[in-house]
Each structure stands twice: as structure tokens, then as C-alpha cells.
């Protein structure tokens, strides 16, 4: 997006904001249980007197592996999110007219935003069934 003008600052700021507040919702909801999960484990994993480091180690790794995936898919969304937010907003560049151009971005931009929480709501579907 065009970051020049207030009008265009204020579209971006909208957006990362309907973004930040359904990741937030996502943390609050999955993520950290995955992370509770992955803290439990790797405790453990170290707590565990007849292991040696690597296997520790190992271990360790193996109790990062559902929030990490988590945190990829999740990650993925939001960008193939504002690909297609950008991609739209190209297309209003592609159109030419400067007076047109806000209102296309805009309408880019209300339909995208409208988009988010079924977006999210299909993340939490998935994550809910395990990533």
C-alpha cells in the first residue's frame, strides 16, 4: 500500500488492526495452549535424570513441533491474506484514475477486512482438529 498519504496510512493502520486483534484472539484461544503444552513437555524432557543432553535435546525439539506448525499455518494465512489485499490494491493502480484509485483501495480494503473473521474462524477450525 501507498504509505505517503494520511488517508492510505490510516487504510494500513485498519488493516494491521483487524489483523492484530483476530491474532490476538487466536493466541489467547490456541496458540498458548500450545505453548503450555510445549513447556510441560519440555520440562519433561529435561527432568528426566538417566537422559543425556542430545536426547534432551531431541526431546525438546519433538515438544516445539505442534506450536511450531501452529504458528506457520496461522502465519501462512495472514499472508496469503495480504497478498490478496495487495494483488486488489494493484489492480486498482492498474485502473489509472487517481480520483477512482482511493475508492477502489478502499472497497479493497472494506471487502478484504470483511473477510477476516471467517478467515479465522476456519484457522480455528483447523487448529482445533490439530495442525
Known amino acids: 500500500m501507498d504509505c505517503d498519504n494520511p488517508s492510505s496510512e490510516e487504510t494500513r493502520e485498519r488493516v494491521d488492526n483487524a489483523i492484530l486483534t483476530a491474532m490476538e484472539d487466536l493466541d489467547r484461544d490456541y496458540l498458548r495452549k500450545l505453548q503450555i503444552e510445549m513447556h510441560r513437555c519440555a520440562t519433561a524432557c529435561c527432568a528426566d ?3 543425556n543432553a542430545e536426547a534432551v535435546e531431541r ?4 515438544c516445539q513441533i505442534r506450536l511450531t506448525r ?3 499455518f496461522v502465519q ?3 499472508s496469503d491474506f495480504e497478498n490478496r489485499l495487495e494483488k486488489c490494491i494493484q489492480q486498482c493502480r492498474l485502473s489509472g484514475s487517481d ?5 477502489c483501495t478502499s472497497n479493497c480494503v472494506d471487502s478484504h477486512v470483511g473477510l477476516l473473521p471467517e478467515m479465522f474462524r476456519a ?4 487448529l482445533e482438529k490439530g495442525v
Request: aromatic residues 4%; proline residues 0%.
Open 70 to 72: 501452529a504458528r506457520c
Open 99 to 103: 480520483y477512482g484509485l482511493e475508492r
Open 59 to 62: 526431546c525438546v525439539d519433538r
Open 123 to 126: 484457522m480455528r477450525d483447523t
Open 49 to 51: 535424570a538417566d537422559a
Open 76 to 78: 501462512q494465512g495472514v
